[in-house]
């Protein structure tokens, strides 16, 4: 019997990681999705690469979206990343970004035959980005089935969000349980060309949190002695 075929958006941090090695243990074929959205630093792509190849993806695309050209975030513009997470949404918000990466993991679905999409938003542990929420990834699966050939034929598409409702360490537990190496992911907002973490920005807090909270040393690569 033909396994089932995915899409998995794979940004090289823990979270996709993690998303990705569940789809493989549930059984799913799974083709690995980075997006060069002209984020600050490329390492981050160079570890989803990694992560793909050894945690089983059939294949690793990269698909080019000049985010850079609309800015707007501190991650695609001439904004600082800030070390501390302030009222409302941060500046590290990326208008659209969520939306626009399973656009086009939807787009590549359709054309391998796959009837599910794998993302690694959280609503428990994040920053309080608007497309992190169960209601988003809802209504994407609704629009997904309505706006797509395959879905208008009756295939019936899904789209899949298990760390939701997970806290960070909790991912943490369960990426140790599936043998995911870690230290080769990169969550930093601003990681240098080796991608080592600054240890500073929200991200780096957040994966710092998880690791002490699931009371397993930190593999995180810093650029500094911590």
Request: net charge negative.
């Amino acid at each position: 019997m033909a396994m089932k075929k995915a899409v998995v958006l794979v940004s090289g941090g823990m979270d996709s990681a993690v998303v990705l090695a569940m789809a493989r243990e549930q059984g799913f074929a799974a083709w690995a999705l980075s997006v060069r959205y002209g984020q600050r630093h490329s390492s981050e792509l160079d570890a989803a690469a990694r992560n793909a190849a050894v945690l089983g993806a059939q294949a690793h695309k990269v698909v080019d979206v000049d985010l850079r050209s609309i800015g707007g975030s501190a991650l695609t513009d001439d904004i600082d990343v800030p070390e501390h997470a302030g009222e409302g949404i941060p500046v590290t918000y990326v208008p659209a970004r969520n939306t626009i990466m399973l656009s086009v993991a939807l787009g590549w679905a359709e054309v391998l035959g796959a009837q599910h999409l794998f993302c690694g938003v959280n609503a428990v542990d994040y920053s309080g980005y608007p497309d992190c929420r169960p209601d988003f990834i809802a209504a994407f699966e609704r629009l997904a089935n309505l706006a797509t050939k395959a879905g208008v034929e009756g295939a019936v598409l899904r789209v899949h969000a298990p760390l939701m409702a997970m806290s960070k360490a909790d991912i943490v537990r369960e990426g140790l349980r599936l043998g995911v190496d870690f230290s080769q992911t990169v969550s930093c907002y601003q990681a240098d060309a080796q991608g080592k973490a600054c240890g500073r920005c929200d991200a780096c807090r957040l994966r710092a949190e998880g690791f002490a909270n699931a009371g397993v040393p930190d593999p995180t690569r810093y650029q500094s002695e911590r």
